[in-house]
């Protein structure tokens, strides 16, 4: 008989269970996938850690999360700094001024910032949608070549019937400065995320390509508690109907050229490219091995993003207010039963990884236990 039950090898899985195991617990861990470390999952390929989920990279204002996770594992000192591809115009990203001087000319903060301020005042009263609220942050030039394309083919949807929340994530500065995320402390694990997740889980049991739900009752006679990291209405068979989500192909291809794109992100924010991006592996960690070779040869993945349905993997969840209100509905479930359901899928949030961790943290904290 375990103590516990952890139902996903992902992060959050990951957090409970070490903290667990240090606390004594016997823990087990199992997954659906044959593999540990859910979306964060990176294979070796050539000495390059490829992120098979998409690219993942650490960010985080939390000294304790990043304390924390950098137990697991060195870190490099990556920064993001995305391009945009414009029908062959790059720009840099976030929007800061060097996007604003490939955009209009301008070198002075406040030639840029004036100009914004004359765009967005066609926005009037409430900002209501996602393209509101963009053309009021980076006036209308902006939005039409790095936002509106680009946006609705991750989300399938037009930009006016989207939240603006999720265009806030970005930041727009004055400055120089390409650093995409405001962020204290970020970097990427030399030897990958899935190292990182296997040092977070030594110790305890772990079972992959098995299916819970399939099992359920089986697998839960075999601990005392349970903690269940994956969608919660797959959880209560969809009894209220399936919950949104986004979906995200890649085409993964090995190339022989050592530099395919200069960067490890480019984002193609026209509305004719099919993909949303292209991401280059090596450069996460600077065209190095871990050992601090040079990596012959590159990996490039295309990512498509699509409508999800049953079966497919879920990915960004939809956070408009119909898929709310129904995740709300799955909650109060989840709150009246003796299970632990969490982590991005069980909460249905579009989480950053440190916000995973800090959820996770904050969970086991609240058992009692102590990190
Ligand atoms: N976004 C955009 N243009 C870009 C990059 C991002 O308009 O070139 C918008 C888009 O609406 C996207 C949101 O910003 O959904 C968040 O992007 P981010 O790159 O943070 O998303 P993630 O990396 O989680 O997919």
């Known amino acids: 008989m375990y103590d516990y039950l952890i139902v996903g090898a992902g992060l959050y899985g990951a957090t409970c269970a070490n903290i667990l195991r240090k606390a004594g617990k016997n823990v087990l861990i199992i997954d659906k996938r044959d593999t540990i470390a859910g979306n964060i999952y990176t294979r070796d390929e050539n ?3 490829v992120h098979v989920y998409g690219a993942h990279i650490f960010h985080t204002n939390d000294d304790e999360v990043w304390e924390y996770v950098t137990k697991f594992g060195e870190f490099n000192d990556y920064i993001n700094s995305p391009i945009a591809n414009y029908h062959g115009e790059m720009y840099h990203l976030p929007f800061n001024m060097n996007t604003f001087k490939e ?26 949608n996602l393209e509101k609220q963009a053309i009021s942050l980076v006036g209308r030039d902006v939005y039409e070549k790095l936002i509106k394309g680009y946006t609705q083919k991750q989300w399938g949807r037009p930009c006016t019937e989207l939240p603006s929340f999720i265009i806030k994530r970005l930041p727009v500065r004055f400055t120089y ?69 986004r979906t995200v192909r890649f085409e993964t291809e090995a190339l022989s050229t050592n530099d395919f794109q200069g960067n490890a992100v480019i984002n193609y924010t026209d509305a004719e490219t099919p993909y949303t991006r292209i991401i280059e592996h090596k450069w996460f960690n600077f065209g190095k091995d871990e050992n601090g070779k040079d990596i012959d040869g590159t990996i490039i993945s295309r990512e498509y993003s699509t409508e999800w349905s049953l079966g497919d993997e879920p990915y960004y969840p939809v956070n408009d207010e119909e898929n709310g209100a129904l995740y709300a509905k799955y909650r109060a479930l989840a709150d009246e039963d003796d299970v632990i359901i969490a982590g991005r899928l069980g909460e249905y949030r579009y989480y950053d990884m440190d916000q995973v961790i800090r959820s996770a943290i904050d969970m086991m904290k609240s058992k009692g236990y102590t990190i």
Request: net charge negative; proline share 4%.
């Open 103 to 128: 955009m209009w000319g301008v070198t002075e903060p406040e030639e840029a910032e004036a100009i914004i301020e004359s765009q967005r005042q066609e926005i009037k009263g409430e900002i209501t």
């Open 47 to 49: 000495g390059i850690k």
């Open 177 to 245: 400065d390409n650093n995409y995320f405001n962020a204290k402390y970020q970097g990427i694990p030399v030897a990958g995320y899935t190292a990182l997740v296997e040092k977070m889980i030594e110790g305890c049991d772990v079972k992959l390509g098995v299916d819970y739900l399939k099992d359920k009752a089986s697998w839960d006679s075999q601990a005392e508690h349970v903690i269940y990291t994956g969608p919660i209405d797959a959880y209560y068979d969809y009894k209220f109907g399936p919950l949104k989500y």
